[in-house]
């Protein structure tokens, strides 16, 4: 396998371990040119008996994925799913599904924020380990008159339980990666410069059982799912926004500093103070 013609991330492969960089300057936003990017990488890589984990990082320090493209919400169009995808899918979920169902473990390094799409992107993976006081995790989308449609109720609530997915989803809280390790958001919490060489040992530790072993685990640990998901009955909520209200937020979002670098490190500063007034 090759693994060209991708401009968002970039692939190493080394002792049956598949590092994938996620370089989407300037802050790794989930859109289209990436969604386009880890759906080709996920074609190929499938059938790459060479491939037996697949690890995400990011060569930003500061964003993981940063979360969703906000022009997703100015144009819902955009979230549409072709003919090439399943029906009922937008192409956040359809993306994060592909990503899911790989046969190699999947495994995100997060060293920066992974917010709404980014979150949704990192939960589906099959392990995440985050750095301590560098990472942050959030589903921020209520915040901004929607909720997280990429899967991410259905995968919060499979990880953290429904009472926890429920704080998190409509709190919209950033959580830091010591919470995230307490609500089972991720595997473990672990100190920044431990991160690289934790989650490489494991890699090719896993790596060196070989494909047969790591299919019956996968397989028998996936058939004890009790959360199954419901992506379409996720998907098909979305008819009840109202996609001008929706819109015209987005657009004041965007105003505001939204996918800008400055606005992205007080982001959720920005989305409480753009919450409407509660009435007494």
Same mark, same amino acid.
């Given at each position: 396998?090759?693994?060209?013609?991708?401009? @968002?991330?970039?692939?190493?492969?080394?002792?049956?371990?598949?590092? &994938?960089?996620?370089? #989407?300057?300037?802050?790794?936003?989930?859109?289209?040119?990436? /969604? @386009?990017?880890?759906?080709?990488?996920?074609?190929?890589?499938?059938?790459?008996?060479?491939?037996?984990?697949?690890?995400?990082?990011?060569?930003?320090?500061?964003?993981?994925?940063? #979360?969703?493209?906000? #022009?997703?919400?100015?144009?819902?169009?955009?979230?549409?799913?072709?003919?090439?995808?399943?029906?009922?899918?937008? &192409? *956040?979920?359809? *993306?994060?599904?592909?990503?899911?169902?790989?046969?190699?473990?999947? /495994?995100?390094?997060?060293?920066?924020?992974?917010?709404?799409?980014?979150?949704?992107?990192?939960?589906?993976?099959?392990?995440?380990?985050?750095?301590?006081?560098?990472?942050?995790? @959030?589903?921020?989308?209520?915040?901004?008159?929607?909720?997280?449609?990429?899967?991410?109720?259905?995968?919060?609530?499979?990880? &953290?339980?429904?009472?926890?997915?429920?704080?998190?989803?409509?709190? +919209?809280?950033?959580?830091? $990666?010591?919470?995230?390790?307490?609500? +089972?958001?991720?595997?473990?919490?672990?100190?920044?410069?431990?991160?690289?060489?934790?989650?490489?040992?494991?890699?090719?530790?896993?790596? $060196?059982?070989?494909?047969?072993? /790591?299919?019956?685990?996968?397989?028998? *640990? +996936? @058939? $004890?799912?009790?959360?199954?998901?419901?992506?379409?009955?996720?998907?098909?909520?979305?008819?009840?926004?109202?996609?001008?209200?929706?819109?015209?937020?987005? #657009?004041?979002?965007?105003?505001?500093? *939204?996918?800008?670098?400055?606005?992205?490190?007080?982001?959720?500063?920005?989305?409480?103070? $753009?919450?409407?007034?509660?009435?007494?």
């Amino acid at each position: 396998m090759t693994y060209s013609n991708l401009s @968002a991330i970039s692939v190493d492969i080394q002792h049956g371990v598949a590092t &994938v960089t996620i370089d #989407h300057p300037p802050l790794n936003l989930l859109d289209g040119t990436l /969604i @386009a990017d880890l759906m080709a990488f996920s074609a190929q890589v499938r059938d790459d008996d060479t491939v037996r984990v697949v690890v995400f990082e990011s060569a930003d320090p500061e964003f993981f994925i940063a #979360h969703g493209d906000m #022009h997703f919400l100015t144009d819902p169009a955009l979230m549409a799913a072709d003919g090439d995808l399943p029906p009922d899918t937008n &192409v *956040v979920q359809a *993306v994060n599904e592909e990503i899911r169902s790989l046969p190699q473990v999947t /495994i995100g390094k997060i060293a920066g924020f992974a917010r709404g799409g980014g979150n949704e992107f990192a939960m589906a993976l099959d392990m995440r380990f985050a750095a301590i006081g560098k990472s942050a995790q @959030a589903q921020p989308e209520t915040l901004m008159g929607i909720y997280p449609g990429g899967g991410g109720t259905q995968y919060m609530t499979s990880l &953290v339980g429904r009472a926890r997915a429920l704080e998190l989803i409509l709190g +919209g809280e950033l959580v830091d $990666a010591e919470l995230a390790e307490r609500y +089972g958001l991720v595997n473990r919490a672990l100190p920044a410069d431990r991160l690289d060489t934790f989650v490489t040992t494991l890699a090719r530790r896993i790596a $060196a059982l070989g494909p047969t072993v /790591i299919g019956i685990v996968k397989t028998a *640990v +996936g @058939a $004890a799912d009790y959360a199954k998901r419901d992506l379409a009955a996720e998907s098909s909520l979305a008819g009840r926004l109202s996609f001008p209200e929706v819109a015209a937020l987005a #657009h004041k979002l965007l105003a505001a500093g *939204v996918q800008t670098r400055e606005g992205e490190l007080r982001l959720e500063e920005i989305l409480n103070e $753009a919450l409407p007034e509660v009435t007494p």
